[in-house]
């Protein structure tokens, strides 16, 4: 079989679908939050407990006090790691965390 030739295929059979194939239920939240302190790691550890995926924004922690970053990030990190789920930073300023129903593509 050359590169141009023309291939034998069989029409497929077409399938008429109702307005109810696109209509799904949205129970997938995304929330925007700001991690100003260590205490604050706990809410974002229960928001992806309950499904939630959070982008997390850390600029004004990491300017205010780094080591106190440090420890929110670990603590997170655990948290996700137990619960299967995934986190990456985006830049400098922003973490992405993810419940175990959503994975980072890292392409």
């Given amino acids: 079989m050359t590169l141009f030739s023309k291939s034998k295929q069989t029409p497929q059979e077409l399938h008429e679908l109702s307005e109810d194939a696109f209509k799904e239920e949205r129970n997938f939240s995304v929330a925007v939050e700001t991690l100003k302190a260590f205490s604050d790691a706990e809410r974002i550890q229960e928001m992806v407990r309950e499904g939630k995926l959070v982008f997390l924004r850390i600029k004004e922690m990491r300017e205010n006090d780094i080591n ?16 299967d789920g995934d986190i990456v930073g985006v830049d400098e300023d922003v973490l992405i965390v993810c419940p175990q129903n959503a994975r980072v593509y890292r392409g």
Avoid at 68 to 83: D, F, G, N, P, Q
């Fill in 68 to 83: 106190e970053l440090r420890r929110a990030v670990e603590k997170l990190k655990k948290t996700i790691a137990a619960s």
